[in-house]
């Protein structure tokens, strides 16, 4: 027991900091890479890619190694280095000297001589290298698992777990290098060829695992905006890498791996150096705090994101809210029986778009240009509890949608989960609002031309629910509240409001929309026949769907809203078409008189009957409205020409505007 407590002694009795104990598990860490490294620069000089160069990386790596093992022998305060904190570690680390030797002096003694003149190259000592690396790397590997396990032991906080698998990534992506350059030049082709696919799985497993984490295995979700944002670029990276690497490991031969191999093995030792780069960035000393710690609010990323990234993050924001919201409606009309098959089909498709979208929400995606969250509190918690009910939402879904009956409670338990994700989406994309100054982003757009399609959604779900005579009253009000608010959002939209929105100048844009809200009536007339029970509108409302929610999309860029497209030309319009503009240009030119007249009588006491003078006025909106974009009923055709409906921006509608401030 003595001896024991003997063992035990360094641990208990030294109040060594977490920093100390991170830095030390770093630096352990990274003897796994140089291993590799090592190895990997030995191989290029072999290769006879820039000798000299590669030469003084070695000296440099094998300087490197000798004075880690040496300082996590002893320690080192100075570098924040602890010594060995107790016999296991102490033992792990004489492995690893003991392996170091021979490993040193192959090196040492070869690398000037390991290639010809004649550019052939010694396979004797690059087989030795071949069965020597692997030893090194599993000693210098138990050394950071004796280091983790005597941390966790002294009550230390170093998210061990984490900085072992992240600081792992470091090392397989010399490993990867390592395997390429012992394939394209024939070394022990069997056992590389298998440890380099082993290294790639690992690393892409092991990627996934650090930002969504293994809850099983101790590994907790990455839940740190300013990690997120690092492993944003490691991820850029590899997806770079990832058809190199694919190409070696689908060769079905020893002679096409190695051929394969040899084709990429510079531009691959090339591409992995920036992503080897990004990851130690990751998981380095000098960042380990602000990206692994509990201090995450060193970085802020809100202040430097660009136009297009910002555009980016509410658009893949607001894809998230539709793919929610449609697969809540095609689940509807699985589980009453409307259209199953097309429905079925719609949701494994959305699933699967959903999944990718918000991993891309939650983790960016440079490769689309999507950044990662752009704040900690307001943004990443609330995306990453959107994750989490995702995950039930997608389970239920999955279990239920093909089965021949689908029961009320998992339909409503379904719809209670969407809700919730959607609930959580909307205050992101509010949240996301208020942080933007740049006013050329169209944030407030993308919001609420998306926002129409989710009242699409709605409209169709509520409707084919009142078909059914599901809880009636709330969605007669729901159905109702949705088409209220679609045409109000419709008017701001194309009229504008300060701050927000741009008024729609382009007429091609005004035709455009004029397709999409006549669309809209035609849907909106469907529901509502549905909804009083007409069973025959069901395939028209569930055939309109799709395309209103589409049209209600038009309006998704800043840019369009104030130029178009400009390339619809003039309109040409039938003789109805022109009587119908006619008449309600004669119509205002009426109302302008009656108000006139109705304004006087009251000022003057002659008439009292103030609520007609407000109807009139309101009609004078709509029939403003009507000549200027159209209308499904009454049938009126939007603008003929862009000349036309400029002469209505810059002279009827400040006239009118006019008319109503006096």
Known sequence: MFARLLQLLPVITCAWTNQQWAVTINKAG??????????????LISRGSKVTEYRAKLLESMSSFNTTLHALMVGD??????????????????????????????????????????????????????????PLLDTSDAVVKALVDAAQVSGASTNGLVQDIAGRQRTLIQRLAKGILFLSQGVSMTFNMKAYSNTKVLFETSHDGIIQGVPFAGLPVLNKMCT????REVSFYYEQLRPLLTGITNAETPSTSQKAADAVAEEVVELLDPLFLAMV????CSSWVKLFGQDDGSCNPSASMTHSEWHAFFMTLAQQEILTKTTMQ?????????????????????????SGNLRNLIEGNKVKGIPAPPSQMEIVDELLSVDAT?????????????????SSVTMARVDLLGERILEVLGRVMHMGLAMVTNTTVPAYVIDQSFGQALLACEITQSAVLLNFDHDVTSNWDSLNASRAAYTSTMWKLLEGEPGKYHRVTDVCLVHQVKHANDLFRRFEQAALSVGHGHSVDMENLVLLSPLVLRASLLLQSQESLSTGNSSCGNTSLLADEWIQLHQKAAAIATLSQEITAEYILVKQGESHNTQRLEVLVEDLDTSLRHIMFGSFDPPIAAPPSQEKFDHMLTHLAPEVADLKQA
């Open 30 to 43: 990274l003897q796994r890479t140089l291993s590799q490294q090592m190895t990997k620069e030995f191989l």
């Open 77 to 134: 305060s100075s570098n924040d280095i602890l010594p060995a904190p107790d016999h296991r570690v102490a033992s792990a680390l004489q492995e690893v000297e003991l392996e170091w030797i021979p490993m040193e002096k192959l090196l040492r003694e070869n690398m000037d001589t390991v290639r010809s003149a004649d550019g052939s190259y010694n396979m004797l000592v690059l087989e030795e290298l071949s069965s020597r690396n692997v």
């Open 228 to 231: 997120l944002h690092q492993m």
């Open 281 to 284: 960035e990751a998981v380095t």
């Open 330 to 354: 095609y689940f509807t009309q699985v589980g009453l029986k409307v259209d199953v098959k097309s429905s079925q089909v719609e949701i494994t498709v959305r699933l699967s778009q959903a």
């Open 390 to 406: 995702w995950k039930t939402f997608e389970s239920e879904l999955e279990a239920a949608v093909h089965l021949e009956s689908v």
